[in-house]
């Protein structure tokens, strides 16, 4: 190796140890609950006061009292003594023999059993008949104080992204200020001679540079801050001095790298990574692709080397950028999706070379008739999935083949898609 730096190979599941082994999360931050959609709460948030906070009327109707004023003939006669809107806050005592006109929501009165539906009841006058066996019904149509959240039941446990459900939760629990674990500040620089920016005259031997984009796009996705987006050529010196400016100016919590990854005079990365007296913490992975891949510090800032061709790079960020991020976030540790795997049928026969490592293949995963399948993704297509193979290196020299309907590891990194229909 150029730098003479030892090799240090891991496995993938090595690799999730070590990244996360260099992780903390980042300092909290109180931000209004308005802002907080798929923010980290930093600490857990107890319910104010129960829900609901009163007793609640279900339907609209009648809240009676225990016992009737009289009863004839079959049918239990009540005293209507008044009304009780949604909204009112007078509580209001229910006499034996008396009846409330209520509206659905509003505070039952005290003394009340239960509440009859309108269309059970006939009113004539201040009087109200209801069936006498109305009375010995199950269902009382009240919906008591602390029946859905009691007062200091945890609402949001600490580490959980929070979702719309949990804002409205919050929002009825009364609380205006969420602390939450602070947004990665991330860095992105490119690297290769051949890169032009879009919209730049195209020559031969040169392509657009497309990894900041996509970076840029699934950092979004995974509520991160792209603070610095850079393209550089295969230069150690030119990237040293982007990598110091975006260390001094930008002060990132994270930096990528594409580009640079290639065996000996190629390895630029690394290269830089030594020169700039950082730590490697592996600079090879059992996996492809991912072989020539890097993650280190840099003045205790984390930066992680990927290949230069975009799909590799996709399939990378999935695999180890995101649960880098998600350590930062404060997400919890079973809410990481990168340390999931599940089980799928394969609906289409795959190649794979004979290495012995980790092979990841980008993927298409439907759910049908309850099961959960999966097949390569078209080069055209969006991915929601990573499949996992590994073919042992038994000898033989060349690829082997994984058939159809054989069961596979994958991981979900998006929605499963309605069904197997596809155009490549």
């Not at 209001?92 to 009841?121: D, H, K, L, S, W």
């Not at 890097?294 to 800032?301: P, Q, V």
């Not at 079973?334 to 092979?359: K, Q």
């Amino acid at each position: 190796m150029k730098n003479n730096s030892s090799t240090l190979a891991y496995s993938l599941q090595e690799a999730h140890t070590a990244i996360a082994a260099k992780l903390s999360p980042l300092a909290q931050e109180q931000v209004p609950l308005a802002q907080t959609l798929g923010r980290i709460n930093a600490v857990s948030i107890f319910a104010d006061h129960p829900k609901p906070s009163y007793a609640q009327s279900t339907r609209d109707g009648f809240a009676l009292a225990e016992q009737p004023h009289s009863v004839v003939e079959g049918s239990a006669e009540f005293q209507l003594s008044g009304e009780i809107a949604a909204g009112c806050i007078e509580q209001q005592q229910v006499q034996a023999g008396q009846a409330y006109r209520i509206m659905t929501g509003a505070m039952v009165p005290c003394g009340t059993v239960r509440v009859v539906p309108f269309e059970i009841c006939r009113e004539k006058e201040a009087r109200l008949s209801v069936p006498r066996e109305e009375l010995d019904r199950k269902e009382l149509f009240i919906r008591p104080q602390g029946k859905d959240i009691k007062q200091g039941q945890r609402l949001v446990t600490a580490g959980t992204r929070l979702c719309p459900n949990h804002l409205l939760m919050l929002a009825e629990n009364g609380s205006q200020e969420i602390w939450v674990h602070r947004h990665p500040r991330v860095a992105v620089i490119c690297t290769g001679s051949e890169l032009v920016k879009s919209g730049e005259a195209l020559h031969l031997g040169q392509k657009i540079s497309s990894n900041g984009v996509l970076l840029a796009a699934i950092l979004q996705q995974e509520h991160c801050l792209l603070v610095r987006s850079v393209t550089v050529g295969d230069d150690t010196d030119m990237i040293m001095t982007r990598i110091q400016q975006i260390l001094a100016q930008d002060k990132p919590d994270l930096m990528i790298s594409t580009g640079g990854m290639g065996p000996g005079k190629f390895d630029l990365m690394e290269q830089v990574v030594t020169r700039l007296g950082g730590k490697p913490v592996y600079n090879r992975l059992k996996v492809r692709p991912g072989k020539a891949t890097l993650f280190a510090l840099i003045d205790n800032t984390p930066l992680f080397a990927l290949p230069g061709p975009p799909p590799a790079v996709r399939l990378l960020f999935h695999e180890l950028v995101v649960p880098g991020l998600h350590r930062l976030q404060g997400l919890l540790k079973n809410d990481i999706i990168s340390t999931e795997l599940v089980d799928a049928i394969l609906t289409e026969p795959m190649g794979i070379r004979r290495t012995g490592h980790l092979v990841l293949k980008s993927a298409v995963a439907t759910l049908c008739n309850g099961r959960l399948q999966v097949r390569p993704a078209g080069k055209l297509e969006q991915m929601n999935a990573i499949i996992h193979l590994v073919c042992e290196a038994d000898g033989k020299a060349g690829r082997g083949e994984v058939e159809k309907n054989q069961l596979v590891k994958m991981r979900l990194v998006g929605p499963l898609v309605a069904s197997n229909h596809y155009t490549t």
